[in-house]
Each structure stands twice: as structure tokens, then as C-alpha cells.
């Protein structure tokens, strides 16, 4: 009897141990769950605050702009607009940076609305290309996905090719939407995009006008594109000039030290450079804790309230 009540006893205490183990594993299990649950909803929460504060960096952004711009008749890098700002406390972070569109080269402005190139545009191409080292070609492609007919130039190729691809799709017949749309046209490869980014864009001063280049916030791989006949010396010399003392004016370019007067006539007198711009990149980049998002805006400044091009959240 008395080892009955041993072997009872025995197989209680094991069954507690158990249950208890059991109790214990679903506690734990329990308890990581919601730790879980809260990391999630805090993550979420985080990521929420980090986009508002991304997306007011860019309406920010877009103030200091217009207040900083308002009745000057020149743009260029001594702004304060050039300047990254950086906001910090002790939840987390902004930085907003602000680059000048008109600082590049118009990829839309290749071809006229009549599909004729445009002499100035495909010049400045061309010379970038080589510097780059691109094929004469890819400017032929882009022009034929521009243009609005359906004949392939030198170069070129329209909707039949590309309908030919394994994923086919047909030419746009007209300006570029964004800049990664330009790995659709024939030749242009996502690294070759990314190679050309600092220096082109496809948004004009105005709707439906041609861009121009401000030779005040070009980098020097613009500058070298606008004429055949600037190398790198003169480069360095209106960069220099332009550091010093902003061009306020594009006859001021004959001020610059050492530039060819048949370069400064050129440029002058062309309807292809400018001194001020009025389309800007904004980027912010907000962190609230271990949350980050970024906000990517190109915004147009006119009279009234800026016009907002393009929005990308990432």
C-alpha cells in the first residue's frame, strides 16, 4: 500500500513538473508575442511620424525656396537653398537637400515637337556621351522614342522593335514621364542611367518651353558640354569665377579668364544657357528612431504657390 501511494506521489510530482513546464513555455511564449506585437506597432508608429516629418521637410523645403528666390534674377551654389539643412533632437533627425534641375541637360529637349533634333541639345548630348563613354546610337534610340512618328532614324528604332522584346511594350511617342523610364528605350542599361543621372534631366523652367542650362549651378561635366571648344582649363576658370562671383548675367561670361571669345559668342547668343532656374530636386530624409523614410519631390516655382512635378516616397 505504502508503494502504491509512492509511485502515486511520484507520478504527481511529475506531472506537475510537466504541467508547470507547459505553463511556463506558453507564458514565455505569451509574453514574446506581445513583445513582438509591440515592436510592430511601435515600428509602425515610428515609420508613420518619420513620413509626415519627411513630407513636411519637402513643403519646407519648397518655402525656402520661394521666399530665398523671391526677386533675385540669378540662381547658383552661394544660396542658401545649396546648403543641406539638418534638424536633430532626441527622437530622431531631418535632412533636406535641394538640388537645381536647370543644372542639367534636358533629355526631352532632344527633338522638336516636329521630331527634328534639336542642334544645341544633341551637341551637348554627344559631348557628354564621350566623356561617359556612350554610343552616338543611344541619342538616335532616344530621339525615336521621343518623337511622335513611327520611322526610325540613324540609330533609332520605333514600336516594332520593341514589340519584338520578350516583355513588349510600344515607344512612348512622346516626352519622358521619369528618368528610370529611359532603361525601356533600346541601350540604356540600369548601371548606364545611373552614370548619367547628376547630369540629366526631363523638366523645363517652363511648360512646354525648352530647357536651358544655368552655367551658375552646372557641374563641370555640363559645363565642358556646352561648346566644342571649352576644354578643361576653362572650365576650372568659370567655375572659379562662379565661386567667387555668380554670373548675373550670360554676357558675363566673357569676364571669365582665358574663355575663347568664340565660345563666349556662341554660348551668348544662344538660346541654350541661362543664369537662374526655376525647377528644384527635393530630397528629405526623416529618422524617428529606428524608422526612416524619404521623401523626393521636383517642385516648379512661378508666381503663385509651387507646383509640385513629381512626388516619390521611399
Partial sequence: MTGRLRDRSGFALVLTLVVTALMTA??????????????????????????????SGVSGGAKLLQLGLSGKSFT???????????????AGALTISIAEESARINLNDLVYANGQYQDFTLAALKRLGRRLQLTDDLWGALADWIDTDDQPRSGGV???????????????????????????????????????????????DQPGASARININT??????????????E??????????????FKA???????????????????GSSGITVKGSVF????????????RTVEAVVRLGGGAPEFLSWQEY
Avoid: C
Fill in 218 to 231: 552646372a557641374p563641370k561635366e555640363v559645363l565642358a558640354a556646352l561648346d566644342d571648344g571649352i576644354d
Fill in 76 to 90: 547658383s551654389l552661394t544660396d542658401k537653398w545649396a546648403e543641406p539643412i539638418r534638424l536633430d533632437d532626441e
Fill in 233 to 246: 582649363r576653362m572650365v576650372e576658370s568659370i567655375l572659379e569665377r562662379r565661386r567667387l562671383t555668380p
Fill in 26 to 55: 506558453v507564458v514565455v511564449e505569451m509574453i514574446h508575442q506581445v513583445y513582438v506585437d509591440v515592436s510592430i506597432s511601435r515600428g509602425f508608429r515610428d515609420a508613420q511620424q518619420a513620413s509626415i516629418l519627411a513630407e
Fill in 158 to 204: 520605333e514600336s516594332p522593335y520593341y514589340r519584338s522584346l520578350k516583355q513588349p511594350h510600344d515607344a512612348r511617342n512622346g516626352g519622358l514621364t521619369t528618368l528610370t523610364e529611359l532603361t525601356l528605350v533600346k541601350g540604356f542599361t540600369p548601371e548606364l542611367l545611373t552614370g548619367m543621372l547628376p547630369f540629366v534631366t526631363i523638366w523645363s
Fill in 281 to 292: 530636386r527635393i530630397k528629405a530624409f526623416a529618422r524617428v528612431r529606428d524608422a526612416g
Fill in 250 to 268: 550670360t554676357g558675363e561670361l566673357a569676364q571669365v579668364p582665358g574663355l575663347d571669345a568664340g565660345v563666349v559668342s556662341r554660348l551668348a
